[in-house]
């Protein structure tokens, strides 16, 4: 064993405690480090080391009463975590964007992709003590499929053919056609393992198989859970309990966190967050990854049926001040595609839109028009600052012709009076790891998530080639395809990629790489961070 990979053994033997401070020293002494090297090494490690046990409060901006436990539903960022928490599923996506086994401990794939063994991990237990088998698998997975489904997460699993039970630890899933993300698909918050009862999943009683079980919850209020004894892995899960709180007010929730009244808060105002920085009392962090706002027009309805409307819009977008005012610098630009420069298969070639004129008019002139008066429904609690990005926006426009009323809607009910409703709204999405489960989910034809319920047969026959295809250079090619459509016909202004950038008190620990996937460490900040003593 070569000195570096006997340094990380060691590293990952403290951590795990399975030896203690004095054998690390000693061990790594040997490899002609300095004492004083060593020592400095073993703080920083055991700094990171998770401890177990304490109570911990998160303050969430988001959260409503008509909010529900059916995993086909799980939305926004007070669901999510909550989800990802108390549920268990098959695979699961690490800090690195990485998808690892979880609730299944192995797959194997057919050479087409198109067919999936995926063996349960022995032991594995719902909440209630009773041991997860293929047949609740089934059932679970059965609850996103079919036409009477409600799930969010339908198009995801809209792909398979036959799912069966091989025994009782393996699950067969016989697809359409190959899917070579089909691991990470099944990583998607919705897709929680449950219990089956007569061949149907169990969300009512709300019995899990994740970290934590659920204790109490009082939709658009809050939630407390407790600590999974008998979890599979002890490597998460390390707070007795946690408490969510549904904190929708960003001052409110900013002075909880100052005050000592919750321990976390997401969605930090990025205008005082340097201020907010020099607080010995608070962590502030920012994580850049897939978080995009968004500015979906409904394409169902004048005026924003015309695509020649929607180009004059997302030419009249100064996205630079946006970056520089909404986020201050904790983002970047975005080009009305859901697709993050650091993804796989980004497309950086195309011609990236800026705010000019000349073009929004050229485009009104195609529609027929020489000015244009649209309204824009905006709330803060779509993200922060978007009132004030809908205003940026309005004066943007102005000097392309292009008149638009700003509506500031309230924040109670936002995602279920405004969004999806109103012609044209403020948004904003956590993105995902991979780039067909983003384009599946919110931009294919018909699905529930479609938020400016756009249709393009070009991009639906790309979305299923590309997600068949193992050739990684011809998926590079489809998928840039694809971000140019939406880009350039979608319905969807996309400005600005924002960074996640959240606050913790001294109290919480947390890792040195936290996910990007989602809010909150991948949100799931619950199962990885712990409690300092």
Known sequence: MDKQTYLRVMEHRLMSRSIDRRQFMRGVLTTGLTVAAASTWADRVEAATPKKGGVLTAGLGHGATSDTLDPGLLAAGFLIPLGIAMNGYLTEIDANNTVQPSLAESWEVSGDAAVWRFKLRQGAEFHNGKTITADDVVASVNHHRGDKTTSAAAPLMAGIKDIRVDGSDVVVFELEAGNADFPAALSDYHIAIMPAVDGKMDWQSGIGAGAYRLDEFDPGVAAKLSRHANYWTDAAGHVDEWRLLVLLDTNARMTAALTGDVDVADKIDVKTAGRLAGNPNLNVHSVAGTQHYSFPMLTDRAPFND????????????????????????????????????????????????????????????????SLDVELSASDAAFPGAIDAALLIQNSAAKCGINVKVVREPNDGY????????????????GRPVEDLMFSLAFKSGVSWNESLWSHE???????????????????GMYGEMQDIVSNEGGVAIPMFASYV????????????????????????????????
């Open 458 to 476: 070009k991009f639906d026959s790309l979305l299923v080639e590309a997600r068949a295809e193992l050739d990684p250079e011809k998926r590079r």
């Open 502 to 533: 959240f606050a913790t008190r001294p109290s919480v620990g947390t890792p040195e790489v936290m996910g990007s996937n989602l809010d909150l460490d991948g949100s799931s900040f619950m199962q990885r961070w712990w409690k300092e003593s």
């Open 415 to 430: 995602w279920s009076d405004v969004w999806l409703k109103k012609p044209w709204c403020a948004s904003y999405w956590a």
């Open 307 to 370: 695509n020649n409307i929607r180009q004059a819009i997302k030419w009249a977008i100064d996205r630079d001040e946006l970056v520089e005012k909404i986020l201050f610098g904790y983002g970047s630009v975005g080009n009305d595609h859901p697709i993050g420069s650091g993804q796989t298969y980004f497309n950086a070639d195309l011609e990236q839109k800026t705010l000019d004129p000349d073009k929004a008019k050229f485009f009104l002139k195609q529609a027929g028009l020489d």
